[in-house]
């Protein structure tokens, strides 16, 4: 997979793309990871990127004459080829305006050959970049940072490391927190292959007693249906506590609606921060 980064931060990744998985994946071949200064298609005295808005306004925006150029003169392909699924290239426009990455777009971007994430600044980018250049725009939380380094940085490292041979063990990245699958159910065969879009079940590691805190005792007792059982209720429980807005959209069988009203009582569909599943 090819990663293009348009910042005009260029150092800004010497380090992010130096540690981990993402090194690995570079020294493997597996990620070739470019990055493209943006002022290097400024062509006047000051290298500019950015100007004062019509209309008004405080701050500054970027430019869409530097972004077309840097985009253009990397070789993607036609914005028509990559909307029509014909190329499996994919240019993103990092913004406080984008839609919300998840787990399911890092997923779909690392399906793909090549991807061109284009840091944006605080104040926005000309909207042509949006409508004309990007295909999709994208952002990694509801606040607003001072650019899209970071958040390009953050989708980096989460595609970098779906895609296959990055991480060791594959099967890790299939039960993490997030990552879609089957319908969700306490009993289910499968209980730890994915998470079904909700947290991933509770970790512990050695020493099985920690300042009096003992690991749960069915993690040791051997039964592998038990344990199962265990770690997909625990999972639903903390979803619950931590992220019950996850429950809104997941695949919950009728078992595990009934669970839920198991393990919270009665009136669990109606405390304040529990949001109900859809029927």
Not at 17 to 45: C, M, P, Q, S, W
Not at 217 to 233: A, K, M, P, Q, T
Request: hydrophobic share 35%; proline share 5%; glycine share 8%.
């Amino acid at each position: 997979m090819q990663i293009d980064i348009i910042t005009i931060f260029p150092d800004f990744f010497r380090g992010p793309l130096d540690y981990g998985i993402v090194r690995r994946a570079r020294e493997t071949g597996l990620a070739k990871i470019e990055i493209h200064d943006l002022r290097a298609f400024a062509h006047d005295r000051h290298r500019t990127v950015d100007d004062r808005p019509f209309g008004g306004g405080e701050g500054m925006v970027l430019k869409p004459e530097p972004i077309f150029e840097c985009v253009e003169a990397s070789n993607v392909t036609s914005r028509g080829e990559r909307l029509s699924g014909r190329a499996q290239e994919t240019v993103v426009l990092l913004s406080a305006q984008g839609r919300r990455f998840d787990q399911s777009e890092a997923e779909h971007l690392a399906r793909l050959q090549r991807v061109v994430l284009i840091c944006g600044r605080y104040e926005g980018v000309d909207e042509r970049v949006s409508e004309y250049l990007a295909d999709r725009e994208l952002s990694i939380g509801d606040y607003v940072l001072s650019g899209g380094e970071i958040g390009a940085a953050v989708i980096v490292d989460c595609v970098t490391r779906l895609i296959p041979g990055a991480v060791g063990n594959e099967a890790s990245t299939r039960q993490e927190s997030f990552t879609a699958g089957e319908s969700w159910s306490p009993e289910g065969p499968r209980a730890t292959c994915t998470s079904g879009g909700l947290l991933d079940y509770p970790h512990y590691t050695r020493p099985a007693e920690f300042r009096g805190i003992a690991v749960p005792e069915v993690l040791s007792s051997g039964n592998h249906d038990e344990i199962r059982r265990w770690r997909r209720r625990s999972a639903l429980e903390k979803t619950m506590r931590n992220r019950p807005d996850l429950l809104h959209d997941a695949a919950l069988s009728e078992e595990v609606k009934k669970f839920l009203v198991q393990i919270r009582g009665e009136n669990i569909l109606k405390e304040k921060n529990y949001v109900e599943p859809h029927h």
